[in-house]
């Protein structure tokens, strides 16, 4: 975008709720079972089946409105939001719409230029549509797969407080963290438990109205969120500027083709005849139904960042890496306590060494998959392992050879380092044996020394650690090495 105009940005994401049923109905949620399974009357809108709250699902849906500090209504209302297609059997979703369950929240994002506070309009609570499967079956049909269909979701509408396609990423990840960290959503954009809509708007730099805006659908990935509002802008710049003007519609985003493409105009709300749901009662949460919710909220990021900061000598970058998964952060903390039990160390002493170990080796051996991860070690043997370098045992630098060994073989670091006799020599005869058994092998490099090379000693000290494969105390093959050398 030029400097003439500002990019006005808000996003709308769905989010399914981790219930182990349906909104309104029993029904598993279990996914990637074969289509058409996981149906009952109710959410395949059969006449006369009537609707009852997941309770689970408003407590979800409270916990992430909690989480981003919105105000729980203790009455809002169910709404039918009515449409007509094929992956909608009642013709009309279960929606909220007049008196939605949370509203005015906030979101904090940063970004390469700062940090910012975002606002959230409201979240509230829906049903999911069923699913179309398009060309299957006999070439080009499309079937209908109604196992998503009553699927338990929110629906977060953000302010258009966002200015460019970067804090709208940011927004979307830190949205994505606080649902996970909250135990709220899986944060898969691949199977689409969490889907947004970017709306976009240009207008003039100092301008106080809003441009039209149009709705990008399909965005299912974080890098194309980037993309997709980048040419949006692009486009609507280049419209505007030739003299045009942007309609309100509804656009799709075509990786392949690198561009939004027209899908449909733009419904506005009233297209939907909202009404309140006369099959549902009005949705009242009591003071101490929130009062137990908000009770059971995990320490919010942004402070527990603070406090690793603080308290573990992390960088803001280290905290930033150890959050970027709750299992990540769970383990991490796990393997902090583990290696203080074992060493009798603080927290803070050994908070930045963990931090450090745990990114440069553990993490590129992890997978995580939804709320789930995988480590190549359990935390307490990587504990075992820390603390072996702590007292000394092994170097830093052996400690990556034994993690490898661990990784493959699962055995513990202490069967490795006394299996292969790692352990560190500190035994002061032994290791000047090595040392005069070197400079004796190398003396046409001692000559060059003692003519005033010094930096041939680290030549030395690199032998004398491949003849111990790196077991050697270095502090001591330094002083013996000098020792040696200076010697006539
Ligand atoms: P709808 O159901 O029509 O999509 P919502 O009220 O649910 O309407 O959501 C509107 C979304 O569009 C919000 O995320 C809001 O921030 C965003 N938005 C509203 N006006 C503009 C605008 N002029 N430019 C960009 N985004 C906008
Ligand atoms: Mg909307
Ligand atoms: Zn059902």
């Known amino acids: 975008m030029s400097t003439n105009y500002e990019a006005v940005i808000g996003l709308e994401v769905h989010a399914q709720l981790l219930t182990r049923t349906k909104m309104f109905c029993g029904c598993s ?5 074969p289509p058409n399974t996981q149906v009952c009357p109710v959410c395949l809108g059969l006449p006369g089946a009537l609707p009852v709250p997941n309770r ?7 916990r992430a409105a909690l989480s981003l500090g919105c105000t729980v209504r203790t009455f809002s209302r ?8 094929p992956d909608l059997a009642k013709g009309y979703q ?3 719409f007049e008196l939605p369950l949370n509203e005015h929240g906030h979101l ?33 049909d499309t079937l209908v797969d109604f196992n998503r269909a009553g699927t338990a979701l929110i629906e977060i509408v953000g302010e258009p407080d966002l200015r460019s396609s970067e804090e709208a990423e940011q927004y979307l990840k830190a949205l994505r963290d606080v649902l996970m960290f909250a135990g709220v959503n899986d944060g898969n954009l691949e199977e689409g438990s969490f889907r947004c809509d970017a709306n976009v708007s240009i207008r003039p730099v100092g301008s106080e109205t809003f441009g039209t805006r149009v709705e990008i659908k399909n965005i299912n990935s974080f890098r194309f969120v980037r993309k997709a509002i980048d040419f949006e ?12 003007k942007v309609v309100m519609e509804t656009r799709t985003w075509s990786d392949p083709q690198g561009q939004t493409l027209s899908m449909r105009s733009k419904e506005q709300a009233h297209d939907y005849r909202y009404f309140a749901d006369p099959d549902l009662p009005p949705l009242v949460i009591d003071a101490p139904w929130l009062a137990r919710i908000a009770g059971t909220l995990p320490e919010a990021l942004p402070a527990r960042r603070a406090r690793w900061q603080a308290a573990l000598g992390l960088t803001a970058y280290d905290a930033s ?17 583990a290696t203080a039990k074992l060493t009798g160390k603080s927290d803070a002493e050994l908070g930045k060494k963990v931090a450090n170990f745990v990114q440069a080796e553990v ?16 935390s307490d043997r990587v504990a075992g392992l820390l603390a072996l370098v702590e007292d000394g045992t092994i170097n830093g630098k052996i400690a990556k050879d034994v993690f490898a060994d661990m990784v493959k073989t699962g055995k513990s670091a202490k069967q490795i380092v006394d299996g292969k006799g790692l352990a560190q020599v500190t035994d002061t005869a032994a290791i000047e044996a090595v040392v005069r058994g070197v400079v004796q092998a190398n003396l046409k490099e001692v000559e060059k020394y003692r003519a005033g090379k010094t930096s041939v000693k680290g030549f030395f000290v690199g032998q004398i650690m491949k003849a111990t494969r790196g077991t050697a105390n270095a502090a001591i093959v330094n002083e013996l090495l000098d020792k040696v050398l200076g010697e006539a």
């Open 29 to 33: 949620i279990a996914y990637g079972a």
């Open 56 to 62: 689970q699902a408003i407590e979800l849906a409270m």
């Open 78 to 85: 169910f709404a039918r939001k009515n449409y007509f297609y």
């Open 94 to 96: 279960i929606s909220q």
């Open 108 to 140: 904090e994002i940063t970004t390469s230029t700062g940090t910012k506070t975002a606002g959230i309009t409201r979240i509230h609570v829906e049903e999911d549509a069923a699913k179309n499967l398009h060309g299957i079956g006999a070439g080009t």
């Open 233 to 244: 802008l692009a486009r609507q710049e280049a419209l505007v500027s030739a003299g045009g």
């Open 321 to 337: 890496v150890l959050t970027s998964h709750p299992a990540i952060a769970a383990w991490f903390e796990e393997t902090v306590a």
């Open 363 to 378: 993490l590129r051996e992890t997978t995580t998959s939804g709320l789930e991860a995988q480590f190549p070690v359990p």
